[in-house]
């Protein structure tokens, strides 16, 4: 069983993220033990959205194409509605989530976050959950979609907003500890 102080986590975000949607998991990982790494389109740093403005900036520790998917157990996919809206249409951060999925790591996507499953082909046959106002594309991209705090389906955890962070950030410590695990074809 790994330590969390032996594991690296990535969190790929762009501008607009959710605010506490990456620093709530990229706070309690650390306080955790795991290395946390932040990746963005450019390596660069990055605004979150905070409720109804722009809120803080996070330095990036990386470039999105730089990943190397080996380096870690873990991906974590903050929400908000600009930050997956933009990721999705990134071929380079769709095929690193696609790369993750293929490499058995655990995948972690709130909120709106899931968008970015369904553009990587990986939800189809999976319990899901997410915001609301997504939870119809979750579905017509073949997910069995839930509304409760924390969904997990073959190493994909998935969870609906910022009220659902630490059953999400508890859910992600739990999978790390339990280690990869060879997914079942969906």
Known sequence: MPKLTESKILIMATHGFEQSELFTPLEKLKEAGATVHVATP???????????????????????????VDDYIALVLPGGQINPDLLRVDEIAVSKIREFVKNDKIIAAICHAPWLLIEAGVVEGREMTSYPSIR???????????????????????????????????????????????????
């Open 42 to 68: 450019d390596g660069e740093a990055i605004k979150g959205w905070n409720q109804a403005d722009w809120g803080e900036s996070v330095n990036a520790d990386l470039k999105i194409e730089d990943v190397n």
């Open 136 to 186: 119809t594309d979750l579905k017509n991209a073949g997910a069995h979609v839930v509304d409760k705090e924390v969904a997990i389906s073959n190493g994909i955890i998935t969870s609906r907003n910022p009220n659902d962070l630490d059953a999400f950030v508890a859910k992600i410590i739990e999978e790390v500890r339990e280690g990869e695990h060879q997914r079942k074809v969906a």
